[in-house]
């Protein structure tokens, strides 16, 4: 099974940066599809960033400029890079990945999430 395992969270000022890590059991290349989500209380989780197997990147809109996503082969980890952090990006980052699977149309699989709380 793969099993993910985000760190890097932690209380920010309004402003400051953090880098999220999220290190994979396995080869980052067994999953074409890897991405960072967020949810904050009493909102849905939402889609942070992403990168596929090719290197191809996507960006919520209101992270773009300020968040980067990007991976280490060699290390079968992906980061988030957060730069320009505001209030209202205090949430629980979870990383997932996908894969296709024979029990449905993919498999998926999160880490435990890890804790981004921003000051005003």
């Known amino acids: 099974q793969v099993q993910l395992v985000e760190s890097g969270g932690g209380l920010v000022q309004s402003g400051g940066s953090l880098r999220l890590s999220c290190a994979a059991s396995g080869s980052i290349f067994s999953l074409p599809y890897m991405g960072w989500f967020r949810q904050a209380p009493g909102k849905q989780r939402e889609l942070v960033a992403d990168i596929t197997r090719g290197g191809s990147t996507k960006y919520a809109d209101s992270v773009k400029g300020r968040f980067t996503i990007s991976r280490d082969n060699a290390k079968n980890t992906v980061y988030l890079q957060m730069r320009s952090l505001k209030p209202a990006n205090t949430a629980v980052y979870y990383c997932?990945?996908?894969?296709?699977?024979?029990?449905?149309?993919?498999?998926?699989?999160w880490g435990q999430g890890t804790q981004v709380i921003v000051s005003s």
């Open positions: 997932n990945a996908q894969r296709p699977a024979p029990t449905g149309p993919v498999d998926d699989y």
